[in-house]
């Protein structure tokens, strides 16, 4: 199975901040990675596909990048609306994993 | 509007079964792999299993966790996807979602919308 290792597992940040996650697969998966963002007691909502392309109707301060093993999703300028639990997930090969989740906060 | 509604969870005892189903609206379902994922009181998500199309068969996969004691079906006539779970365990309750996949630019298939969940508790 390929493991998603994500970090920071949580982090704080200002608003107006630039804020970066990471997610590494335990081995090369292209570009074939998703991320999702999480609200409490919410369902996921589906933010990028294929490493980088943004879900229909996804603000572009959201950017994802990355291919082989290392990921990483960026968040332009954080604001309040997006405190929540961000996974990636690799879509490679089965069993699908998922990261273990970061879970941004405003400072 | 895409609408993905889950219904079927409760309360069941370890050994016991139950049957979750999902209604799709608002989207082209043969288009479309449907899944299923859980998720623990206060953990991270976990993928159960998928369908693929009618184009492929309807074949299935599913996580090692669940295989042998899960069955995912779907009736794409009605529009709805299916989870039946048998031998219920402890550690299989969650909230558990459907969410659709969709077909990326090389054909790799990556989840695009997910329903509200349904919570299951197995607990005797």
């Known amino acids: 199975d390929i493991q998603m290792t994500q970090s920071p597992s949580s982090l704080s940040a200002s608003v107006g901040d630039r804020v970066t996650i990471t997610c590494r697969a335990s081995?090369?998966?292209?570009?074939?990675l998703a991320w999702f963002q999480q609200k409490p007691g919410k369902a996921p909502k589906s933010l990028i596909f294929?490493?980088?392309s943004l879900q229909s109707g996804v603000p572009s301060k959201f950017s994802g990048s990355g291919s082989g093993t290392d990921f990483t999703l960026t968040i332009s300028s954080l604001q309040p609306e997006d405190c929540a639990t961000y996974y990636c997930q690799h879509y490679d090969s089965y069993p699908l994993t998922f990261g273990g989740g970061t879970k941004v906060a405003i400072k | 509007e895409v609408q993905l509604v889950e219904s079927g969870g409760g309360l069941v005892q370890p050994g016991g079964s139950l049957r979750l189903s999902c209604a799709a609206s608002g989207l082209t379902l043969s288009d479309h792999y449907m899944d299923w994922v859980r998720q623990a009181p206060g953990k991270g998500l976990e993928w159960v299993g998928r369908t693929r199309n009618k184009a492929n068969s309807y074949t299935t996969e599913y996580a090692a966790s669940v295989k042998g004691r899960f069955t995912i079906s779907r009736d794409d006539s009605k529009s709805s996807l299916f989870l039946q779970m048998n031998s219920l365990k402890t550690e299989d309750t969650a909230v558990y979602y459907c969410?659709?996949?969709?077909?990326?630019?090389?054909?790799?298939?990556?989840?695009?919308?997910w329903g509200q969940g349904t919570l299951v508790t197995v607990s005797s």
């Open positions: 294929a490493a980088s």
């Open positions: 081995q090369g998966i292209s570009n074939h």
């Open positions: 969410a659709s996949a969709r077909s990326d630019y090389s054909g790799w298939f990556y989840f695009d919308f």
